[in-house]
């Protein structure tokens, strides 16, 4: 424990000496978490976006006229226990003829005096939430087959389909992005840190002529790397909050109505925690491998 | 004390810096090891603390084999050696306390007890007023003092010394073999690898001399 207090003195007392290096890769690092946490600030807020989206997928089976309601009944409660299945509503041909009326609002004379209701009776079927895409639906789909009760099926196939591919490809990009901003990230703080550690050559080359040992010259580095990283990883936060209050106050722009977006968030807590650990970690063994590459 | 059977370093194939060289020093000896540039002393004195490994042959230090002595050990015997170098090795973002003070901070040695050595080692080299001073602002002298006070600090049971005098006048040569002389008569085996022919034949002490890496005279004393 002394030693491990020891090692925290020695690593303020080392960056307070190279303040401007240190101040540099603390910058750099901040720029490197800024950059993933504002992808991530705008993933966060556009989730609610592709929510709504998701929300919008549900399959309506009209069906045929005649059948008596009992049957109707058993063929909910079947498709309700589906596990794809969120809820399923029914809607009979009074419910939908008087919708319809609404509808219309003026023009309801159009369908007063029909001799019969031409409106077919439906269930809407609302998928679970993890089965709102192509995949779920065509599950549904294929659990429903050829019941004698059904006149017709829509759930939008091409909507979906290009909901599919968007959510998709959002995916793919997240990952691409994410990781290759992570990677740069631990390429450009390591070798920062690197200068660091070159700049003590001479004081790691001494301390191991006068007995130290690895551990004990390795130990102030990495509290140093861990220090620098959480630093940096607090003022990428700070940044991301005044860049987050700057579009917080500007959220009547039209495009975020279109987007249906009606607050901007700040980042989750278990965001926030995720940058301040991935903060110390890569400044920890940023710092660990640049000590061990030019430690003999 | 020190004891080299058959030892020869190659930087390059074919091109020895030492051949089979065959040496001993006891405890409590004085020796120079002198010869022209390139003749092996440095390399010599970085075989004895492990900065470098023979391409043959068995080194004792101590009663132990250095020729085998796993890296992650190498620490335990550097905490025996004292080690001066004519470039002195002084950080020059730390005062001349806290330059001494580094070699028994590595040791863990209490701070309060840290300050008391360092305190004793640096007035019995005459340098306590200057304790605070930045060694840049210090004569060759005066640095080399420092240097001396670092390597004696943690009280090593060997003092290897790499042309301790290079770039300093006579005077203060002089006085930094004073200081050498007065370390070994307190018991610890000292060795000073010079090309000083002025101080060597002063100090009157033993010669191991070698040329071409190959031991000339002095192997045995």
């Not at chain 1, 001479?202 to 620098?228: H, K, N």
């Not at chain 1, 860049?243 to 607050?263: K, M």
């Not at chain 2, 391409?55 to 025996?80: D, F, K, M, W």
Request: aromatic share 6%; hydrophobic share 45%; with cysteine.
């Amino acid at each position: 424990m002394n030693r491990f207090l020891s090692s925290i003195g020695r690593a303020i007392n080392n960056l307070r000496q190279s303040w401007l290096i240190s101040s540099i890769t603390i910058g750099i690092i901040s720029i490197c978490l800024f950059l993933i946490g504002g992808y991530l600030l705008i993933t966060h807020n556009l989730q609610g976006v592709f929510q709504t989206w998701k929300n919008q997928v549900t399959i309506t089976i009209y069906l045929r006229d005649g059948f008596p309601e009992p049957d109707v009944l058993a063929f909910q409660d079947r498709l309700s226990s589906l596990p794809e299945v969120h809820s399923v509503t029914y809607t009979s041909k009074d419910e939908a003829l008087a919708e319809f009326g609404t509808m219309l609002g003026d023009d309801k004379f159009l369908i007063e005096g029909l001799d019969r209701n031409p409106l077919p009776a439906s269930l809407r079927i609302t998928p679970g939430d993890r089965h709102r895409n192509l995949d779920g639906v065509n599950s549904i789909l294929g659990a429903i087959g050829d019941d004698p009760l059904v006149l017709d099926i829509q759930y939008g196939q091409d909507w979906l389909d290009n909901l599919d591919r968007l959510l998709k490809l959002l995916d793919l990009g997240a990952m691409v992005l994410g990781l290759t901003l992570s990677l740069a990230a631990v390429f450009i703080i390591s070798n920062t840190i690197k200068i660091t550690v070159m700049a003590r050559k001479d004081e790691l080359e001494i301390m191991r002529l006068v007995g130290a040992t690895e551990s004990f010259i390795r130990l102030p580095f990495l509290v140093e790397g861990v220090i620098q990283g959480m630093a940096g990883a607090v003022l990428s936060l700070g940044l991301l909050g005044v860049v987050h209050a700057f579009l917080a106050s500007r959220s009547d722009q039209p495009l975020l109505r279109i987007l249906n977006i009606e607050s901007i968030d700040f980042l989750p807590l278990s965001a926030i925690g995720a940058i301040l650990l991935a903060g110390m970690l890569l400044g920890g063994l940023g710092s660990l491998a640049s000590v061990g590459k030019h430690s003999r | 004390m020190i004891q080299l059977f058959h030892v020869s370093k190659l930087y390059q194939k074919d091109v020895p810096a030492l051949q089979d060289l065959n040496l001993h020093v006891p405890k409590g000896d004085f020796a120079f090891i002198t010869g022209p540039s390139g003749a092996g002393k440095s390399t010599l004195l970085k075989l004895l603390f492990a900065e470098e490994r023979p391409t043959h042959g068995q080194i004792l230090v101590h009663g132990r084999n250095i020729a085998r002595l796993p890296v992650s050990r190498i620490h335990t015997l550097r905490r025996e050696l004292g080690i001066v170098f004519q470039d002195f090795k002084l950080l020059p973002n730390r005062n001349v306390f806290e330059n001494v003070a580094l070699a028994l901070e590595v040791l863990g040695i209490p701070r309060r007890e840290i300050s008391r050595r360092v305190w004793l080692m640096l007035k019995r080299l005459g340098i306590h007023h200057k304790m605070r001073a930045n060694p840049l602002t210090l004569s060759g002298g005066e640095q080399q003092r420092v240097a001396i006070a670092r390597a004696l600090v943690n009280e090593p049971i060997i003092l290897l010394a790499d042309e301790p005098t290079g770039g300093l006048d006579t005077e203060a040569s002089h006085r930094i073999m004073d200081v050498f002389a007065d370390v070994n008569a307190r018991g610890t085996t000292v060795i000073v690898a010079t090309h000083n022919l002025e101080i060597v034949r002063t100090m009157g002490r033993r010669v191991i001399h070698l040329e071409g890496g190959r031991l000339l005279t002095g192997g045995s004393p």
